[in-house]
């Protein structure tokens, strides 16, 4: 029983998934079409990560390095389980089985340009069959939903606003024809698990190496992310001598 109530929502989801794919790459050509197709590209959000990224290691405390340390080491994790998966789920794109409409923006430098000039829009054919590789699950929203966890994680005041940019990318990539909707929706679940699972074995190399080999500096942080609040622990207050 519990097989076939399985095998009917799989046939469900496999029946809307296409149905969201048409609704959102509807095949019109909008005034945000550039937009959505800048948003989607690597290139485009990379020089910011770089600079925060040294900004935060340059000139940023401890919170600031243990957070870039995990996910900088947390993406390269996430990227090669996500060719494993890729490859064991085998899922083609929607242009390899249909006519979908694709955005592709024009390569500029600096690549926010990319914003002021007209992209091209077509619609996939025979060619595009065989180009690219499996679409289950996007590697672009296991990436950003991994990072949008670590900065909740550290930074719970306004690290929660990542989300918004991991939700556009995601929704980019069914818009401008690369995904479907299910590929993007399994790489969240896919990248909030594998993020807390790398935090939790984070924690443990942490407390057990430093404990050990490093006490001054476990005094002042037990916790790679503190209290849960970003904040480092304190450090206790000497006892007076009797």
Request: proline share 6%; with cysteine; glycine share 8%.
């Amino acid at each position: 029983m519990q097989a076939v109530k399985a095998r009917a929502l799989l046939s469900a989801f496999a029946w809307i998934t296409p149905c969201f794919t048409l609704l959102i790459n509807d095949g019109r050509v909008r005034r945000s079409t550039c937009s959505w197709g800048a948003v989607t590209e690597r290139e485009f959000w990379a020089p910011f990560f770089i600079a925060i990224g040294v900004g935060a290691l340059l000139f940023g405390g401890f919170r600031a390095r243990a957070f870039i340390a995990c996910v900088v080491l947390s993406v390269l994790i996430a990227s090669g389980v996500n060719g494993l998966l890729k490859s064991m789920v085998d899922r083609p794109r929607p242009k390899h089985v249909d006519e979908v409409r694709m955005v592709e923006v024009q390569s500029t430098r600096p690549a926010f340009l990319t914003l002021f000039k007209i992209p091209t829009i077509r619609f996939s054919d025979s060619s595009d069959r065989n180009r690219s590789g499996p679409s289950f699950p996007s590697a672009h929203m296991t990436t950003n939903t991994v990072i949008a966890v670590f900065c909740t994680l550290f930074y719970l005041r306004w690290g929660w606003l990542y989300w918004f940019i991991a939700a556009a990318i995601g929704y980019s990539r069914v818009y401008t024809g690369a995904h479907w909707p299910g590929d993007v929706i399994g790489a969240f679940f896919v990248g909030v698990v594998e993020a807390r699972l790398l935090l939790s074995v984070y924690e443990v190399v942490w407390r057990n190496v430093t404990r050990k080999w490093m006490p001054q500096l476990f005094a002042r942080h037990p916790s790679l992310i503190g209290d849960f609040g970003g904040r480092a622990q304190p450090r206790s207050a000497p006892q007076p001598s009797r």
